[in-house]
């Protein structure tokens, strides 16, 4: 079982950057691959970013040269660092295994842009 902790979200303006936290605990965190994924109002929760065990990362088209996903494995946290924020990314920002795991979602940390 794993536990899944994010935060660093909050309100700003666009243009601006934050820095979102992934805070892991439970078995292998190093051998799984990670991801955020998001959840805008009225839209279905989608893949922002993937980095695998060896720290290769892919990124969805609409994040791809603003957001930076890493890892810290000795610390069991994976980062997102997001700049160049628009009102689009408004939503709130999770972070599971790739492939997720349903039962592995935790309450997410919410990223609101203001235009």
């Known amino acids: 079982q794993v536990q899944l902790v994010e935060s660093g979200g909050g309100l700003v303006q666009a243009g601006g950057s934050l820095r979102l936290s992934c805070a892991a605990s439970?078995?292998?965190?190093?051998?799984?691959?990670m991801a955020w994924y998001r959840r805008a109002p009225g839209k279905q929760r989608e893949l922002v970013a993937r980095?695998?065990?060896?720290?290769?990362?892919n990124y969805a088209v609409a994040v791809k040269d603003r957001f930076a996903i890493s890892r810290d494995n000795a610390k069991n946290t994976v980062y997102l660092q997001m700049n160049s924020l628009k009102p689009e990314d408004t939503a709130v920002y999770y972070c599971n295994l790739f492939p997720a795991i349903w039962n592995y979602w935790g309450q997410g940390t919410q990223v609101t842009v203001s235009s």
């Open positions: 439970g078995s292998a965190f190093s051998n799984n691959a």
């Open positions: 980095i695998s065990s060896g720290g290769s990362t």
